[in-house]
């Protein structure tokens, strides 16, 4: 046997302590890390259970913010009625992540460490060199199979796309991350891989996620979450796009707008050059694809994931062209 | 065992119950309720696990293993490698032939594939060998690969003579053809993911061993464990009653196990083995990936004057597999010239296998796209095209067809689908952002007949057993020969218990090519026909019987009473008569074959595949056909396609239970739409490696891509191909669904995608 210990939190202080113990790995719905576990990635020497702390699984929305608690469920988040109304993206990208199954046991906070799906990455035991995995090896993604790879914010040392949707929403529209000590934009909480491939977060020992708040707006109110994918259902994006629009009074005239990108980039992708490129123009279908294909500046395929490059965009506008429909 | 509940509404019981009835599966309840247990879920005393350690190269040797640390690890019991595992003897193969090689060991030491097991580790608990095996350390002398079919030293391959079709001079008329099409049509490496992996668990006493393994084959199992092992067939026991789906992967004792019998033989204790996720992709065959070129050549009018065809499919470096490519190309259209050629290319991977309708399904896929191609070359409607060529026998065996409703297939389908309303012209329907189309295929899959057996006794408490090793992967076995059963006997389905998936039943063959429904509702029918003689015999000549008296010369059953025809005179339940004349139970053994088998035919007729009755012995030609009508629609911007409407016309012939039938047919079609759009064994071409083996990454449909299916059974009683009416069901339902679906996106979008499967970056 693996053998591990484990160790019950009751609290978020006993977690933090247990959290800055050496090879130390937190445990809420266990679906991540359960996962890894079983194929060889992740071997805690021990596993902080934190499911058990009261509190935490709350989820408080109003007008001005949403504050979600980092035991709350995913698919408890995703049915929030106030979720629903006033932050629609952020319920359509949490539906249609993973399966039923997997939302029902998937906590808010472990959503935002979920690890890459890069086949490199998840299987030590045939491919060794991985930078994610041990620093220095290499990449045995680079000149391999690179359909659901990366083209945003890679580097040599890592091409591995970040696949989770939630928190390509909550990029788009500034939420923070709350560790305790620290609040960080989930923007900058999540990590390009750069020479570090292996750091994905920015998190300390002895930090612990406690909950998510995301301020409301007008764009926020206005969103919606596109994901495309050859599978309907429980696949991870080929790319999606998480847009915010605010109209001016004469409704055509786009005051803010926000966009993000999933299952394109290293990281959840703030595409702020398409925000820029459509403030104060009208919503027109053909402004609105030109200023789309801005947010590829800079993309870099591996071969077989070139088609990102062409799809993005298209979802970016698809989405866009979704919310002025429903004005 | 699990004994089913079979209880209905009594008005009901009558038409649900006769054969040709919508009987609902009468082991739903026990696999609903978890009574059902399947192979791994036997509780045993001292059971042991073992797993087992893949290669991490695809092609080399296996210099040297470490086995100290796995040894001295907690709770190991054994660390097998080639050098400590027992000697096994070769075992002779499907057919019959005897092994190449007298010795057998199924740990290699020469790699020719990446995932063939090097070693395996026995230890008390599943966790203690997992963690054991991480433990064993394997060096390699590693030589190049041959990754797959484009790989440049996978060469044009090995002609295989026996593929080979020819009519007519089909190279010239081709050449002379005023109307011409070629194109190249290719298959992926799929995978058959059932939801229940493969393993087993092995236990011996003494000589004897008994294995539970999911199974679509007992006795032939049966046969590879005896030879393996050198000891007589009737000292294996092979036991599965219920299978978590096989969909022909489940028909061969393979490598895993033989190293888990061969572990529970050396440690004196049982073993359990079951394959992980990943290994379920590289221990046994998938689908090989396949390669066709059509070429058609026709008149102006649409009349085809010829078909050239060449395929190949990959195999194994150290095994052979061919994927019959032109069975299909052969038989659906008439054409005065025809030839088609196959190789098989041997490439680096575990040897390819059965994946449902082998053959017929990659060589559909082709000639069912080119005849598209063909009618948009000559401006034809797709549907009428097939007419114009409409085959009124077979083409190649020259021979009528048995029956071939696959005119009525078209019409009904058309008729239900409202293909009238189609516009021909490729991107002429649309909704909003997504392009709609149109597509229609057609599918076949021969009928291929055996000779079976099946046991039928009639118990004091004037119930019915019927046993037989055949088994129920989920097709419905067990209800089709209770309705059997039922029907000859003249008793209620309530009363009759199905036992199967054990090899010390009445022997069978192996459950594959949709032949195991014609088979065994004969020899059912048969053997409660001898039952039922022998019932009514005895109450005719039993001086204790109050038959006797009658001077009758038949006697009817009907409900589970026996009467006089007349309806005068007495009239017994079956138990009532058994306890008058004293008889404790009838039994009844009937079988298929011959008069004068020898026992030795007997044993290979059960446990090998070569006595199959060919689907074109003596007069008529037997197929079951299919026309599938499709819709897509394909999203503009992005590429994806959805399958939103299926109708699909089939004929089966007599159908023993409609509802079984449609529900595989239906299976078959869902299985066709994850072939057309999802399904794709991807290799890194580096490693030779699969690097999508889990259910995550391998994508299979849910059940949010599919749609409504509409089903329609067009058949009529087929005499020439069963004993009771019936021609193949399971395989048939997905042969043309994935060239009815490429036809349909050519239809939405212009474009001809011929690779499986239509992800969207083809067509973005």
Same mark, same amino acid.
């Given at each position: 046997?693996?053998?591990?210990?484990?160790? @019950?939190?009751?609290?978020?202080?006993?977690? @933090?302590?247990?959290?800055?113990?050496?090879?130390?790995?937190?445990?809420?719905?266990?679906?991540?890390?359960?996962?890894?576990?079983?194929?060889?990635?992740?071997?805690?020497?021990?596993?902080?259970?934190?499911?058990?702390?009261?509190?935490?699984?709350?989820?408080?929305?109003?007008?001005?913010?949403?504050?979600?608690?980092?035991?709350?469920?995913?698919?408890?988040?995703?049915?929030?009625?106030?979720?629903?109304?006033?932050?629609?993206?952020?319920?359509?990208?949490?539906?249609?992540?993973?399966?039923?199954?997997? @939302?029902?046991?998937?906590?808010?906070?472990?959503?935002?460490?979920? @690890?890459?799906?890069?086949?490199?990455?998840?299987? /030590?035991?045939?491919? /060794?060199?991985?930078?994610?995995?041990?620093?220095?090896?290499?990449?045995?993604?680079?000149?391999?199979?690179?359909?659901?790879?990366?083209?945003?914010?890679?580097?040599?040392?890592?091409?591995?796309?970040?696949?989770?949707?939630?928190?390509?929403?909550?990029?788009?529209?500034?939420?923070?991350?709350?560790?305790?000590?620290?609040?960080?934009?989930?923007?900058?909480?999540?990590?390009?891989?750069?020479?570090?491939?292996?750091?994905?977060?920015?998190?300390? /020992?002895?930090?612990?996620?406690?909950?998510?708040? !995301? /301020?409301?707006?007008?764009?926020?109110?206005?969103?919606?979450?596109?994901?495309?994918?050859?599978?309907?259902?429980?696949?991870?994006?080929?790319?999606?796009?998480?847009?915010?629009?605010?109209?001016?009074?004469?409704?055509?005239?786009?005051?803010?707008?926000?966009?993000?990108?999933?299952?394109?980039?290293?990281?959840?992708?703030?595409?702020?050059?398409?925000?820029?490129?459509?403030?104060?123009?009208?919503?027109?279908?053909?402004? !609105?694809?030109?200023?789309?294909?801005?947010?590829?500046?800079?993309?870099?395929?591996?071969?077989?994931?070139?088609?990102?490059?062409?799809?993005?965009?298209?979802?970016?506008?698809?989405? !866009?062209?979704?919310?002025?429909?429903?004005? | 065992?699990?004994?089913?509940?079979?209880?209905?509404?009594?008005?009901?019981?009558? #038409?649900?119950?006769?054969?040709?009835?919508?009987?609902?599966?009468?082991?739903?309840?026990?696999?609903?309720?978890?009574?059902?247990?399947?192979?791994?879920?036997?509780?045993?005393?001292?059971?042991?696990?073992?797993?087992?350690?893949?290669?991490?190269?695809?092609?080399?040797?296996?210099?040297?293993?470490?086995?100290?640390?796995?040894?001295?690890?907690?709770?190991?019991?054994?660390?097998?490698? &080639?050098?400590?595992?027992?000697?096994?003897?070769?075992?002779?193969?499907?057919?019959?032939?005897?092994? =190449?090689?007298?010795?057998?060991?199924?740990?290699?030491?020469?790699?020719?594939?990446?995932?063939?097991?090097?070693?395996?580790?026995?230890?008390?608990?599943?966790?203690?060998?997992?963690?054991?095996?991480?433990?064993? +350390?394997?060096?390699?002398?590693?030589?190049?690969?041959?990754?797959?079919?484009?790989?440049?030293?996978?060469?044009?391959?090995?002609?295989?003579?026996?593929?080979?079709?020819?009519?007519?001079? =089909?190279?010239?008329?081709?050449?002379?053809?005023?109307?011409?099409?070629?194109?190249?049509?290719?298959?992926?490496?799929?995978?058959?993911?059932?939801?229940?992996?493969?393993?087993?668990?092995?236990?011996?006493?003494?000589?004897?061993?008994?294995?539970?393994?999911?199974?679509?084959?007992?006795?032939?199992?049966?046969?590879?464990?005896?030879?393996?092992?050198?000891?007589?067939?009737?000292?294996?026991?092979?036991?599965?009653?219920?299978?978590?789906?096989?969909?022909?992967?489940?028909?061969?004792?393979?490598?895993?196990?033989?190293?888990?019998?061969?572990?529970?033989?050396?440690?004196?204790?049982?073993?359990?083995?079951?394959?992980?996720?990943?290994?379920?992709?590289? $221990?046994?065959?998938?689908?090989?990936?396949?390669?066709?070129?059509?070429?058609?050549?026709?008149?102006?009018?649409?009349?085809?004057?010829?078909?050239?065809?060449?395929?190949?499919?990959?195999?194994?470096?150290?095994?052979?597999?061919?994927?019959?490519?032109? *069975?299909?190309?052969?038989?659906?259209?008439?054409?005065?010239?025809?030839?088609?050629?196959?190789?098989?290319?041997?490439?680096?991977?575990?040897?390819?296998?059965?994946?449902?309708?082998?053959?017929?399904?990659?060589?559909?896929?082709?000639?069912?796209?080119?005849?598209?191609?063909?009618?948009?070359?000559?401006?034809?409607?797709?549907?009428?095209?097939?007419?114009?060529?409409?085959?009124?026998?077979?083409?190649?065996?020259? +021979?009528?067809?048995?029956?071939?409703?696959?005119?009525?297939?078209?019409?009904?389908?058309?008729?239900?689908?409202?293909?009238?309303? #189609?516009?021909?012209?490729?991107?002429?329907?649309?909704?909003?952002?997504?392009?709609?189309?149109?597509?229609?295929?057609?599918?076949?899959?021969?009928?291929?007949?055996?000779?079976?057996?099946?046991?039928?006794?009639?118990?004091?408490?004037?119930?019915?057993?019927?046993?037989?090793? $055949?088994?129920?992967?989920?097709?419905?076995?067990?209800?089709?020969?209770?309705?059997?059963?039922?029907?000859?006997?003249?008793?209620?389905? $309530?009363?009759?218990?199905?036992?199967?998936?054990?090899?010390?039943?009445? #022997?069978?063959?192996?459950?594959?090519?949709?032949?195991?429904?014609?088979?065994?509702?004969?020899?059912?029918?048969?053997?409660?026909?001898?039952?039922?003689?022998?019932?009514?015999?005895?109450?005719?000549?039993?001086?204790? *019987?109050?038959?006797? #008296?009658?001077?009758?010369?038949?006697?009817?059953?009907?409900?589970?009473?026996?009467?006089?025809?007349?309806?005068?005179?007495?009239?017994?339940?079956?138990?009532?008569?058994?306890?008058?004349?004293?008889?404790?139970?009838?039994?009844? +053994?009937?079988?298929?074959?011959?008069?004068?088998?020898? &026992?030795?035919?007997?044993?290979?007729?059960?446990?090998?595949?070569?006595?199959?009755?060919?689907?074109?012995?003596?007069?008529?030609?037997?197929?079951?056909?299919?026309?599938?009508?499709?819709?897509?629609?394909? %999203?503009? %911007?992005?590429?994806?396609?959805?399958?939103?409407?299926?109708?699909?016309?089939?004929?089966?012939?007599?159908?023993?239970?409609?509802?079984?039938?449609?529900?595989?047919?239906?299976?078959?079609?869902?299985?066709?739409?994850?072939?057309?759009?999802?399904?794709?064994?991807?290799?890194?071409?580096?490693?030779?490696?699969?690097?999508?083996?889990?259910?995550?990454?391998?994508?299979?449909?849910?059940?949010?891509?599919? &749609?409504?299916?509409?089903?329609?059974?067009?058949?009529?009683?087929? &005499?020439?191909?069963?004993?009771?009416?019936?021609?193949?069901?399971?395989?048939?339902?997905?042969?043309?669904?994935?060239?009815?679906?490429?036809?349909?996106?050519?239809?939405?979008?212009?474009?001809?995608?011929?690779?499986?499967?239509?992800?969207?970056?083809?067509?973005?």
């Amino acid at each position: 046997m693996r053998d591990f210990s484990y160790l @019950r939190a009751d609290s978020i202080e006993a977690a @933090r302590n247990a959290a800055a113990l050496p090879g130390a790995m937190l445990l809420a719905g266990g679906t991540t890390l359960i996962d890894l576990a079983k194929c060889g990635v992740a071997e805690p020497a021990t596993v902080i259970d934190i499911s058990h702390i009261e509190g935490l699984n709350a989820v408080d929305v109003t007008a001005d913010r949403a504050l979600i608690g980092a035991l709350a469920k995913m698919s408890h988040v995703a049915d929030h009625a106030e979720v629903k109304s006033l932050f629609p993206a952020v319920s359509e990208a949490l539906w249609q992540a993973a399966s039923a199954q997997l @939302r029902n046991m998937a906590t808010i906070g472990g959503n935002l460490m979920q @690890r890459t799906r890069c086949p490199y990455f998840r299987d /030590p035991a045939n491919f /060794p060199a991985c930078n994610k995995r041990s620093p220095g090896s290499g990449c045995s993604a680079i000149g391999g199979v690179t359909l659901g790879h990366a083209v945003l914010g890679t580097s040599e040392a890592c091409i591995a796309t970040y696949p989770g949707d939630l928190a390509v929403a909550l990029v788009a529209f500034d939420a923070e991350v709350d560790l305790g000590e620290r609040k960080l934009k989930v923007e900058d909480f999540f990590l390009a891989p750069g020479a570090t491939a292996e750091q994905e977060h920015d998190i300390r /020992p002895g930090e612990v996620i406690t909950a998510i708040e !995301i /301020p409301g707006s007008a764009a926020a109110r206005r969103s919606t979450y596109l994901k495309v994918r050859d599978r309907q259902s429980y696949e991870f994006a080929a790319a999606s796009a998480a847009v915010g629009l605010e109209l001016e009074g004469d409704g055509r005239t786009i005051r803010d707008i926000r966009v993000a990108l999933g299952g394109v980039a290293t990281k959840p992708w703030r595409a702020r050059a398409v925000e820029e490129a459509l403030k104060g123009k009208a919503l027109d279908e053909a402004t !609105i694809r030109e200023a789309s294909e801005l947010a590829m500046e800079g993309a870099v395929d591996h071969g077989a994931n070139h088609y990102k490059i062409a799809l993005a965009p298209r979802v970016i506008a698809r989405a !866009i062209l979704k919310l002025g429909e429903t004005a | 065992m699990t004994v089913h509940d079979m209880k209905h509404a009594a008005s009901d019981s009558a #038409r649900l119950e006769a054969v040709g009835g919508r009987l609902s599966r009468v082991d739903g309840p026990a696999k609903i309720t978890g009574a059902a247990h399947y192979a791994f879920e036997q509780q045993l005393e001292g059971l042991t696990h073992a797993v087992l350690v893949g290669a991490t190269i695809a092609a080399g040797k296996v210099t040297a293993i470490d086995t100290r640390a796995a040894e001295t690890a907690p709770g190991v019991l054994a660390v097998l490698t &080639p050098d400590t595992i027992m000697a096994l003897k070769g075992a002779s193969d499907w057919f019959g032939n005897p092994p =190449a090689l007298s010795t057998y060991c199924p740990l290699a030491r020469e790699v020719t594939f990446s995932g063939q097991h090097v070693a395996a580790v026995v230890a008390e608990t599943f966790e203690q060998a997992v963690a054991a095996a991480a433990l064993v +350390k394997v060096w390699y002398d590693e030589t190049p690969a041959i990754v797959d079919l484009s790989d440049g030293k996978a060469g044009d391959g090995i002609p295989i003579d026996a593929m080979a079709k020819e009519w007519g001079d =089909a190279q010239a008329a081709f050449a002379a053809a005023p109307v011409r099409i070629c194109a190249a049509y290719n298959t992926p490496r799929e995978f058959q993911a059932a939801m229940e992996p493969h393993g087993l668990i092995a236990r011996w006493e003494g000589d004897e061993l008994t294995v539970w393994e999911p199974s679509q084959w007992l006795d032939g199992m049966a046969r590879t464990y005896a030879e393996w092992f050198g000891v007589p067939f009737e000292n294996v026991r092979l036991v599965s009653p219920y299978i978590g789906g096989g969909f022909g992967s489940k028909a061969l004792a393979l490598a895993h196990s033989a190293v888990a019998a061969a572990a529970a033989r050396m440690l004196g204790r049982p073993v359990k083995l079951v394959l992980n996720r990943p290994q379920n992709f590289t $221990s046994y065959g998938g689908r090989a990936a396949t390669r066709q070129t059509v070429a058609i050549g026709a008149d102006r009018d649409g009349k085809i004057q010829s078909i050239v065809h060449r395929g190949v499919n990959e195999t194994a470096v150290d095994g052979m597999w061919v994927e019959p490519l032109g *069975s299909v190309t052969s038989i659906m259209y008439a054409t005065p010239n025809f030839s088609s050629k196959q190789n098989v290319v041997r490439v680096n991977t575990v040897v390819p296998g059965a994946k449902r309708a082998p053959g017929e399904n990659p060589s559909a896929f082709g000639i069912e796209c080119a005849i598209d191609e063909l009618a948009y070359e000559l401006g034809l409607d797709p549907l009428e095209m097939r007419l114009i060529n409409y085959a009124e026998q077979d083409p190649h065996a020259k +021979k009528p067809w048995s029956t071939r409703q696959l005119r009525e297939a078209f019409a009904a389908g058309a008729e239900a689908f409202g293909w009238a309303k #189609r516009s021909n012209a490729p991107r002429s329907m649309r909704e909003d952002r997504q392009l709609i189309g149109w597509g229609v295929a057609a599918g076949t899959y021969p009928v291929r007949r055996a000779h079976g057996e099946a046991v039928v006794n009639i118990l004091a408490d004037g119930s019915v057993e019927v046993e037989s090793s $055949s088994i129920d992967m989920g097709q419905g076995t067990y209800t089709i020969l209770a309705q059997t059963a039922a029907e000859t006997l003249g008793v209620p389905v $309530s009363q009759v218990s199905v036992k199967l998936g054990d090899s010390h039943f009445a #022997r069978a063959g192996v459950t594959g090519g949709s032949r195991l429904a014609g088979v065994m509702t004969g020899a059912v029918h048969k053997a409660a026909g001898q039952a039922l003689d022998e019932l009514i015999g005895l109450a005719l000549s039993d001086p204790r *019987s109050p038959f006797h #008296r009658l001077q009758a010369n038949t006697l009817v059953v009907k409900d589970g009473r026996i009467a006089s025809p007349r309806g005068e005179g007495p009239e017994l339940s079956i138990a009532e008569l058994m306890s008058v004349v004293g008889r404790e139970r009838i039994e009844a +053994k009937g079988d298929t074959l011959p008069a004068r088998t020898t &026992p030795e035919e007997r044993y290979a007729n059960y446990t090998t595949i070569a006595k199959s009755i060919p689907h074109t012995e003596g007069d008529y030609s037997r197929h079951s056909w299919c026309a599938h009508f499709v819709e897509v629609r394909v %999203d503009e %911007d992005f590429g994806t396609v959805r399958v939103s409407r299926v109708v699909s016309a089939l004929d089966s012939g007599r159908l023993y239970n409609p509802k079984l039938a449609e529900s595989q047919w239906k299976g078959g079609i869902i299985m066709g739409i994850g072939q057309a759009l999802l399904e794709e064994g991807i290799v890194d071409r580096r490693h030779g490696r699969i690097v999508n083996g889990n259910f995550a990454d391998y994508m299979l449909p849910t059940n949010a891509d599919i &749609p409504d299916i509409q089903t329609i059974s067009v058949g009529i009683p087929d &005499p020439h191909s069963s004993a009771l009416g019936g021609k193949g069901v399971g395989e048939l339902g997905i042969v043309g669904v994935a060239p009815a679906i490429a036809n349909a996106v050519f239809h939405a979008t212009g474009k001809r995608v011929r690779d499986l499967p239509i992800t969207l970056e083809k067509l973005i």
